[in-house]
Every structure is written in C-alpha cells, then in structure tokens.
C-alpha cells in the first residue's frame, strides 16, 4: 500500500471492538478419530420439511445433523471415505437434500455428491470429477463450477443439478491461461463469475455465455489471494480478498481481509480497506469467511476475529475455548450464526 | 486516490463486456 492509502485504512482502537457480539447458543462434539475439516450450514428436507441442518466433514467421515427442540443435534446421516479423505464441504445453493465434498491428499483429487436415497432414506455418494482439480465453488442455481488441470490445459466446467440433484447438466467456460486459485460468484448478478489466479489476476467470466470477458492485474503485494465474495454497485466490482501469504509488514502487521474496488471497463482497481488485528492480537490468516459485510478468520494464534467490512474495523475477537484452538469458522447459509469448529470435531454455534 | 483514478465507468460494463469479448 501507497503512503496515501495508509490514510484510508482504519485501524481500531483496542477497545472499539466488542467480544460480547458473539453469544453462544449451542454446541456439540463429533466423536470422530479423524482430524475435523469442515463444517457448513445446509437446509435438508425430511418427512416432507425443510431445516436448517449441520454438515460436519472429517477426514473419514461426513455427517449430517438435525436440531432437536433442546438446542441439541441428533447426527441422522454419516458417509464414510475409506481410500481419499475430505479436505471441504462445498455447499450448492437451491439445491436440497445434496452436499458436495473435496477429496484428496493436500491438493483436490475428487469431487462428490453426497444425497440419501428416497425410498430408504439409505447414504449415497457420487463421483462428480477427478482429476488435477484446482478450484471448486457451489453457486447459486444449483450450479457447481471447477477448475481442473493448470495453464493452458486447463479446463473450467460449470455443473447444473437438477431441483432433486439428480439429472445434470454441463457447460464450459473459457480458460484464461493461468491456473485458476479460487472462484467467487457476483452477489446480485446471478451470470457473473470471478476467479484469483496464480499471477494475481481476477478474471470475470459471463456465466451464461461462457466467454472470458476480463483479466484486472491486482496489486503485487500479496501474492495467491484469496476471492471470498464480490459485489457490483454502480458500475463497479467490490470484492473481498484474503492473503494467506502475506508477509507481516511494521505498518499494518498481517493483513487479513483487503476491499479492493475494481472497474471492469478499464481493469483498473484501488485498494480501499485493509483489514488488520486490533491491538494486543497476534497471529496470520490461517482460514477466513465472509457472509454479506462480515468477514471471519481463524489466526494462527488460535483466534477467531470478526470485521464489519461497511465499519472498517475488527468488531469481535473469540479466544479459545477450554484451552483448545479454534481451526474451523463459516457463516451459517440458513441463519446469522457463526460455526466455529476444534481439530478435535467440537463445534460451537454463535449468534453475531 | 478515488475513483477517478479507475477510468470512465459503465452501469452497463457486464453487458458491454460480454459484447465485446469473443464468443
């Protein structure tokens, strides 16, 4: 960052953030022997109702749990892995009754659907893609976009479900010569598509078309970031990044979450926040989320820290609980809890 | 800085885009 962006980067004061915005309403423990990947927040239908269920992934294991009355959950579906493990959840949206999980050894080598059978209610698990995948996303409209295989033999697939998750259908985007990081969907523009590249590029795709219609170089300063969500307002693409690489720097420590806004006509961009700990925290980005203008990172210290991207400043920070670290947050889909997991398969929900 | 610096803007840059870039 330039000396005049240093102006516009807001850096709270230690006491201007609130640990209290974060309530605990209910947690469980996975009794798994395997290390705890993933958690997410799905609406699944049973005897005909639709509810806001649980989806916890360890290596060996993915299960499904239902609340109970009590702000208890009752694990009611299990799928087992027995050759590759889990690396994540990928939730589809509009889609009930299926998840998606990521399998492979550091890098994606499988991509599954996991549904119950309706007769009897029976576990099944489909093999969607293999391969060298790079990056893999559930969008809106039942739709499921991957990246599989790196440079120029690349190939960028975007998968529809059918309402039930069945029957599918499959369309190809145009690969933009450089491997693909990560995807994030445009919030509100339901045929736009954004990926991170390895030579920190942010490409936009039209998802309808397939066509490549951008690449906007974005700043050398933080290399293989991370796109979490994006947003177009008034003719511009305001989009939130993380840096897992980014090296500590005196001025602003580790950066965590960047806004950068970005005008698709010319592919010029500007950073216009960056999202550094309060005072007294420590730690890197380890994993992070960002639902609407909240934005969530687990540190290596161990921390959970919240940011209100429209305030500008960290609004909450969650230590460990019972002396154990936290290595897991998301933000609930069906309601405005966060999850926060431990490697050890506990899960605690919060309200914020 | 502001959004001077990012050029002319367009409401329409998704649907001028998607015209302008090959099929």
Same mark, same amino acid.
């Given at each position: 960052?330039?000396?005049?962006?240093?102006?516009?980067?807001?850096?709270?004061?230690c006491?201007?953030?609130?640990?209290?915005?974060?309530?605990?309403?209910?947690?469980?423990?996975?009794?798994?022997?395997s290390?705890?990947?993933?958690?997410s927040?799905v609406?699944?239908?049973?005897?005909?109702?639709?509810?806001?269920?649980?989806? @916890?992934?360890? &290596? /060996?294991?993915? *299960?499904?749990?239902?609340? =109970?009355?009590?702000?208890?959950? +009752?694990?009611?579906? !299990?799928?087992?892995?027995?050759?590759?493990?889990?690396?994540?959840?990928?939730?589809?949206?509009?889609?009930?009754?299926?998840?998606?999980?990521?399998?492979?050894?550091?890098?994606?080598?499988?991509?599954?659907?996991?549904?119950?059978?309706?007769?009897?209610?029976?576990?099944?698990?489909?093999?969607?893609?293999?391969?060298?995948?790079?990056?893999?996303?559930?969008?809106?409209?039942?739709?499921?976009?991957?990246?599989?295989?790196?440079?120029?033999?690349?190939?960028v697939?975007?998968? @529809?479900?059918? &309402? /039930?998750?069945? *029957?599918?259908?499959?369309? =190809?985007?145009?690969?933009?010569? +450089?491997?693909?990081? !990560?995807f994030?969907?445009?919030?509100?523009?339901?045929?736009?598509?954004?990926?991170?590249?390895?030579?920190?590029?942010?490409?936009?795709?039209?998802?309808?078309?397939g066509?490549?219609?951008?690449?906007?170089h974005?700043?050398?300063?933080?290399?293989?970031?991370?796109?979490?969500?994006a947003?177009?307002?008034?003719?511009?693409?305001?989009?939130?990044?993380?840096?897992?690489?980014?090296?500590?720097?005196?001025?602003?420590?580790?950066?965590?979450?960047?806004?950068?806004?970005?005008?698709?006509?010319?592919?010029?961009?500007?950073?216009?926040?960056?999202?550094?700990?309060?005072?007294?925290?420590?730690?890197?980005?380890?994993?992070?989320?960002?639902?609407?203008?909240?934005?969530?990172?687990?540190?290596?210290?161990?921390?959970?820290?919240?940011?209100?991207?429209?305030?500008?400043?960290?609004?909450?920070?969650?230590p460990?609980?019972?002396?154990?670290?936290w290595?897991?947050?998301?933000?609930?889909?069906?309601?405005?809890?966060?999850?926060?997991?431990?490697?050890?398969?506990?899960?605690?929900?919060?309200?914020? | 800085?502001?959004?001077?610096?990012?050029?002319?803007?367009?409401?329409?840059?998704f649907?001028?885009?998607?015209?302008?870039a090959?099929?």
């Amino acid at each position: 960052y330039s000396t005049e962006q240093n102006e516009i980067v807001d850096l709270p004061a230690c006491d201007s953030w609130n640990p209290g915005s974060l309530q605990l309403v209910s947690k469980f423990k996975n009794p798994s022997s395997s290390c705890s990947v993933d958690v997410s927040a799905v609406w699944w239908e049973r005897a005909g109702a639709k509810e806001p269920c649980i989806i @916890t992934a360890c &290596e /060996d294991v993915v *299960s499904l749990w239902k609340p =109970l009355d009590t702000l208890q959950w +009752e694990k009611v579906h !299990t799928w087992h892995f027995t050759e590759v493990p889990v690396l994540q959840i990928v939730p589809v949206h509009d889609v009930y009754n299926l998840i998606c999980v990521a399998l492979g050894n550091l890098e994606i080598r499988e991509i599954r659907a996991l549904l119950c059978s309706s007769g009897d209610e029976n576990e099944k698990q489909v093999l969607l893609k293999s391969g060298n995948i790079k990056a893999v996303l559930g969008l809106t409209k039942r739709r499921l976009v991957s990246s599989i295989g790196t440079f120029c033999s690349q190939q960028v697939q975007v998968l @529809t479900f059918a &309402e /039930d998750g069945g *029957s599918k259908d499959e369309q =190809l985007l145009m690969p933009p010569d +450089e491997t693909i990081l !990560t995807f994030a969907e445009v919030q509100g523009m339901q045929d736009a598509l954004l990926g991170t590249t390895t030579v920190n590029n942010i490409v936009i795709w039209n998802l309808r078309t397939g066509q490549l219609l951008k690449k906007v170089h974005i700043d050398d300063s933080y290399q293989a970031s991370i796109c979490h969500r994006a947003y177009s307002e008034m003719g511009l693409l305001f989009v939130v990044l993380s840096h897992p690489c980014a090296k500590e720097s005196q001025a602003f420590g580790s950066p965590m979450f960047q806004l950068l806004v970005i005008n698709p006509k010319t592919a010029q961009s500007l950073g216009v926040l960056l999202c550094c700990l309060p005072e007294g925290q420590a730690g890197r980005f380890l994993e992070g989320d960002v639902k609407d203008h909240i934005a969530a990172a687990v540190l290596t210290s161990g921390t959970i820290a919240v940011w209100d991207l429209l305030l500008g400043h960290c609004t909450a920070v969650l230590p460990p609980v019972s002396g154990q670290n936290w290595s897991l947050v998301k933000w609930s889909d069906t309601d405005s809890h966060l999850l926060a997991g431990q490697k050890d398969g506990n899960i605690f929900i919060y309200r914020y | 800085c502001s959004t001077a610096d990012l050029g002319p803007i367009s409401l329409n840059w998704f649907e001028e885009l998607s015209s302008e870039a090959p099929p």
